[in-house]
């Protein structure tokens, strides 16, 4: 199926269906999973600065073929993009986070090691995992998906997940930090 959309400016945008992907997301499905439904978003990028919205974006993927797809896209703009998961307790898990957000980011190119590109990694991390993580004294299980996305001049920390002290009550959650280098 091919969509067609007025932009604002008047010119159309054309979209391609691919149903291909669906058929890949369904067949990830585990046996006690179902699809309530899809989602379709289209995001115009009008500044540098908004990696962080395209991070988050890439965070709340749910499966690999939607990622890739995604990450297809963000570097056609010529930024660089990668995303990874970790799991755990509150009380490892921000190692676990940081050690995860600062391998990701170095094993995918997208940043260097050095100080003005770390800096500004760390920092995006630390305010993407203060707004992620539960400030409390029980001992919440986690589950994320980190994203991180970079411009030329700014870098997006996502974090969307999962969390709960009880197993029936896990909840979304999400974190973001922005930080130019």
Known sequence: ???????????????????????EAVEELGEDEEI??????SY?????????????LLAA?????????LKEQIKRLGWRAVATEVGGLVGNISGKLTRS????????????????EMHALMHASMEAINSFLPI????????????????????GVAIIGDSAYHAAAHHDRCGLGVMHI
């Open 44 to 56: 115009d990028i009008r500044q540098e600065s908004q990696v962080g919205r395209v991070a988050v």
């Open 101 to 116: 957000l600062v391998g990701a980011a170095l094993n995918g190119n997208v940043v260097k090691k050095t100080g003005s």
């Open 1 to 23: 199926m091919i969509k067609v959309m007025r932009r604002s400016d008047g010119s159309m945008l054309e979209k391609r269906e691919e149903s291909e992907r669906f058929a």
């Open 36 to 41: 309530l439904g899809t989602l379709e978003v």
């Open 136 to 155: 409390c004294l029980l001992e919440a299980s986690v589950g994320a998906k980190l994203a991180i996305v970079r411009s030329k001049k700014w870098i």
């Open 61 to 69: 993927t749910t499966n690999k073929n939607e990622e890739e797809y």
